[in-house]
């Protein structure tokens, strides 16, 4: 069959059989985000374009390269959102979520866009799973934020993790690491890729952040931002870390970690997965953002995971489960006796088992073969002589094994049993 149309390049479908390990992930986020006090909040997916260029960095790879763009009938720029932080923030100002002297807790769930190269794990949209914490700068937040996503791993199963961190300091500390890095990095222009030339002239930590094998081997001489933190920049970063060491949180630091938006400050932290080279979750905090979208001076701190990355990662380890949700019960029945079927279908329904049915006029023989591709683990056959005697057959599919019971105690027995 020639299909008129197919997916675009970089999007895919997420079908039944995949998409019941994308719930099991979401339900699990939303069980421990609970705890933590997170309240859920869903967000446009097209959002005003400025605002991404004004946060994310104008000079940033996904604005320059990735963000989706383009102008509506009203002529507005708008863009297909490219992450959730800004989106959040841009909500919570706009619907007067702040209550002063309280944090508030937010989490998302949904797609993000970037026009990136596709690649396993790495698609044009994708999805995230996140949460935003505003209104607190101590540096005990900080640290409930990272034990948040390590619990989420660790409650998936996922314990061979590693947690990297850093602090990217303050906008105050960066001009003087900024100077240190261009210094540094001048002599070695003509080895850096065309994207980091650029960058050194615009925002040189973001050559920290490049992927280009050429650029890490400089990167990887660089000078430290943690040399050039401002005392209380360099307070809060030693606080962070002593209290994941009293905790017993391993880390390593990675004086690399900028994670490629502008508007992080201070503590940013990423999770990798051992033996598999990935980045499955990271954030940070972005004290400045809230103010920089027309709202008080308020601090932030969040983190975001790739939804696409962690189910790879669960499903080649294994720690996802793979069992099928097939139905409880499939109805066969005589074709004088559609309305019984129907309604008996709806009765056990109401008591939250999985009922299937043949919806055409079929012999019992061949509903009973519809019934095992089905993959139902016990047929009710209704067949009119026995109804008439206030009786029906239970037919266990797997082993064969059938009985006649009565009608009025089939519900009680099969919600007693729970066959």
Not at 103 to 115: A, E, N
Not at 161 to 189: D, K, M, Q, W
Not at 391 to 415: A, P, R
Request: aromatic content about 8%; overall charge negative.
């Amino acid at each position: 069959m020639k299909l008129k149309y197919r997916s675009l390049r970089g999007v895919r479908d997420i079908l039944p059989e995949e998409l019941r390990y994308w719930r099991k992930v979401e339900a699990k986020a939303r069980e421990i985000f609970r705890r933590y006090n997170y309240k859920e909040i869903e967000t446009p997916v097209i959002e005003p374009a400025e605002m991404f260029i004004r946060t994310v960095g104008e000079e940033s790879d996904i604005v320059r390269k990735e963000m989706y763009v383009f102008k509506d009938r009203g002529e507005r720029l708008v863009a297909l959102r490219p992450e959730g932080t800004a989106p959040v923030v841009r909500a919570f100002l706009e619907n007067n979520l702040y209550v002063p002297g309280r944090v508030s807790k937010l989490y998302y769930i949904g797609d993000m866009f970037r026009y990136d190269r596709p690649q396993a794990g790495r698609q044009r949209e994708f999805h995230q799973i996140g949460v935003e914490a505003l209104g607190e700068s101590s540096y005990i937040l900080d640290v409930e934020v990272i034990m948040l996503l390590l619990e989420f791993f660790r409650e998936l199963g996922l314990t061979s993790v590693t947690l990297l961190l850093n602090s990217v300091g303050c906008p105050n500390c960066r001009i003087e690491y900024s100077r240190a890095l261009r210094a540094f990095f001048t002599p070695h222009i003509d080895e850096l890729c065309d994207d980091c030339k650029v960058r050194l002239e615009n925002n040189p930590l973001r050559i920290l952040d490049c992927k280009v094998e050429s650029c890490k081997k400089i990167v990887s001489e660089a000078p430290s931002i943690l040399d050039y933190l401002c005392e209380d920049c360099r307070s809060h970063f030693e606080s962070v870390k002593s209290v994941l060491h009293s905790l017993g949180i391993q880390y390593t630091l990675d004086t690399r970690l900028v994670r490629g938006l502008d508007y992080y400050t201070k503590t940013t932290f990423e999770v990798t997965v051992d033996n598999f080279g990935l980045s499955i979750g990271g954030g940070g905090r972005y004290d400045g953002l809230v103010r920089d979208l027309g709202g008080p001076d308020l601090p932030g701190i969040g983190f975001a995971i790739g939804m696409e990355r962690l189910i790879s990662v669960l499903r080649e380890k294994e720690l996802l489960s793979d069992e099928e949700e097939v139905p409880d019960y499939f109805i066969a029945y005589d074709s004088s006796l559609v309305t019984q079927a129907i309604n008996l279908a709806k009765s056990l329904r109401d008591k939250g088992f999985i009922v299937e049915m043949s919806y055409t006029a079929k012999s019992l023989k061949s509903q009973l073969k519809e019934a095992d591709r089905s993959k139902a683990r016990v047929s009710i056959i209704m067949k009119e002589d026995l109804l008439g005697d206030g009786k029906v057959i239970i037919k266990d599919m797997t082993t064969g094994v059938q009985e006649e019971i009565e009608l009025d105690k089939l519900e009680v027995s099969l919600v007693g049993q729970r066959i």
